[in-house]
């Protein structure tokens, strides 16, 4: 099978036509069927309605192989909620409209109907999905994509085990309390969440002074919140897919006693590097390499612990279970790996610069852009209301999503005024409190129109909120494409100098990326994928306050519509003749 595979790459070399037919001639359909609804669950002791993807949260995990179609038929039975689910990661080449995106790509699945993903997965790699519908996904919609590469092919590193890990942050309150408190006026911030949970398994003190909680509100002894464990043979490699879905929180994750090899990031294969904490933000993923080559007559901790924010919320702990130890064996109290300091961004940066590409596997970019487009990331106060914003424009969906509207020409549902491509850099000191009385701070739900397949540099400037002498950390996802990775700064930008740092030699490439306390991220794309795709901050609060934007590039290109994605705002008695 080696040997035909090399086979096949030179006769890729010559025809791409070829090739596609080629590599795509054992491809497979994995087929899923999913009920989505609402159940009483305890993850972290604490019993609170979670939406379930056929009974559990996490769901249930899409294991696929490269050039793969997944087909998702949803019910929704929510019974009264709406809902969509996003498949993170993947580009959805062909098939913009099954990005999941409530607003831009598809009306939401209605209570009681059934809609069917259908998608190809193109790249080997670690992906996730989840809930794109309001602030619902910290509800508990979401799971674990997992890629392969093909039958007869290798990666550039060996694992005996492999593994999906999903890290994620709890909340008692529902999103639509949470919501509410976002949108009133005097604003009611969320707070920092009760639990951080490891695939699904936290623990919250149920006796915790003050509450008063039930055993029928919480339990400790509920064995639907043990600790999260993981069973491993000792003398082996495992590799570990870890994702964060956390709705507000930076993570740190350590194993006791374990180094980690990073060796992939976001579908991409990283030049490999050491750690004994990873730092992961809301939306990315990694892949690490452990050794079970520690003292295999005891287990060992997991541990998660909140960074970048002064944290309230307990580690959220699991177990390394070294066969055939008890899994239920506790490790030693005392060798619980200590947090790090939430406020040393230092360890964090150095972490984002330390991720290059592979030796070997390298995409390279392209030599310079074609348009440059600045985004402040700021808190402003539009008409008593705190939003965020990107360049003093706090972003609003559209009641028509955007591929509906910009593919049949309903122009008037959104917008045509073009969101700024910059910030007024005299006015404005990122190190500075927003100035909450910005005359220009407003509401828009305007596009950027890009030319099909030119190359886009992003510049994400981080500043100080409202709150004097804070500045928080922002992970930005972008929909329907990776991106490189050119570089970080310290400070504001400076549009002549610090483009010469950029790396142009093995970047890696990614979806979503972090914005560092009083820092700026610059990352570059081709806008080669015909469609409407989001680009936001995945911080569920951030995005629903308006911390996001919109980019379109060739519209013309993408085929008929299929009729499942209607039936909101304007595109009521639409004819959408295309299929899933």
């Not at 099978?1 to 090399?6: C, D, P, S, T």
């Not at 062909?94 to 993903?117: H, I, K, M, N």
């Not at 994702?243 to 374990?258: C, E, N």
Request: hydrophobic content about 30%.
């Amino acid at each position: 099978m080696a040997a035909e595979g090399r086979r096949i790459s030179l006769l890729c070399f010559f025809t791409t036509l070829l090739c596609f037919s080629l590599q795509t001639s054992e491809a497979k359909v994995r087929h899923y069927k999913w009920e989505v609804k609402y159940e009483f669950k305890s993850p972290d002791c604490y019993r609170k309605l979670v939406i379930t993807i056929n009974g559990g949260t996490p769901g249930p995990t899409i294991i696929a192989q490269q050039n793969d179609t997944v087909v998702v038929d949803v019910k929704n039975s929510l019974g009264t909620e709406n809902l969509a689910i996003h498949w993170h990661g993947i580009r959805q080449i062909g098939s913009p409209w099954a990005d999941g995106t409530e607003g831009v790509t598809q009306c939401p699945v209605l209570p009681g109907d059934t809609f069917r993903y259908k998608f190809v997965v193109d790249r080997p790699g670690t992906y996730l999905y989840h809930a794109h519908y309001g602030m619902q996904r910290e509800s508990g919609l979401y799971g674990s994509i997992r890629v392969s590469v093909p039958t007869g092919e290798s990666e550039p590193f060996a694992y005996d085990y492999d593994r999906s890990i999903i890290l994620n942050d709890w909340y008692h309150k529902t999103p639509y309390e949470q919501a509410a408190g976002l949108s009133a006026k005097p604003f009611v911030w969320v707070g920092e969440p009760q639990s951080l949970l490891i695939h699904g398994k936290g623990r919250f003190n149920c006796s915790t002074p003050g509450l008063g909680l039930e055993p029928a509100t919480c339990n400790n002894t509920n064995p639907e919140c043990s600790p999260y464990t993981m069973t491993v043979v000792p003398g082996k490699t495992y590799r570990l897919r870890i994702g964060s879905l956390t709705a507000l929180s930076a993570l740190s994750f350590q194993i006791d006693g374990h180094n980690m090899t990073v060796v992939e990031a976001d579908g991409h294969y990283v030049d490999p590097f050491v750690v004994q904490t990873l730092y992961i933000y809301s939306g990315e993923t990694y892949s690490v390499l452990i050794r079970t080559d520690q003292n295999p007559t005891r287990n060992y901790w997991i541990a998660t612990n909140v960074v970048g924010r002064n944290r309230t919320t307990p580690p959220g702990i699991g177990v390394l279970n070294y066969y055939p130890n008890h899994p239920k064996r506790s490790p030693p109290p005392i060798n619980l790996p200590i947090a790090p300091i939430w406020d040393d961004r230092r360890p964090r940066v150095e972490q984002s610069r330390a991720i290059r590409a592979r030796p070997g596997h390298v995409h390279d970019p392209p030599r310079s852009s074609d348009r440059v487009i600045v985004m402040l990331n700021t808190q402003n106060e539009v008409d008593g209301f705190r939003r965020w914003s990107v360049n003093n424009v706090s972003f609003n969906l559209p009641h028509t999503p955007y591929l509906i509207g910009l593919k049949h020409n309903l122009l008037h549902t959104f917008s045509q005024i073009p969101p700024p491509e910059d910030y007024d850099r005299a006015r404005f000191d990122v190190t500075s409190r927003a100035r909450n009385s910005n005359p220009n701070a407003t509401v828009g739900d305007g596009v950027y129109r890009l030319k099909f397949g030119s190359t886009v540099d992003l510049i994400l400037q981080n500043g100080n909120t409202m709150v004097p002498n804070n500045s928080e950390t922002h992970p930005w996802h972008l929909h329907g494409h990776d991106f490189w990775v050119l570089g970080y700064g310290e400070g504001e930008f400076d549009p002549k100098e610090d483009p010469k740092g950029y790396n142009l030699v093995d970047p890696i490439m990614k979806n979503t990326v972090p914005v560092h306390p009083y820092g700026w991220t610059a990352l570059r794309f081709k806008a080669d994928n015909p469609g409407v795709w989001m680009f936001h901050c995945h911080i569920e609060s951030h995005f629903y306050m308006g911390m996001g934007v919109v980019f379109e590039e060739g519209i013309e290109m993408v085929g008929d519509l299929p009729a499942a994605i209607g039936g909101c705002g304007e595109t009521k008695g639409l004819k959408l003749h295309g299929k899933p």
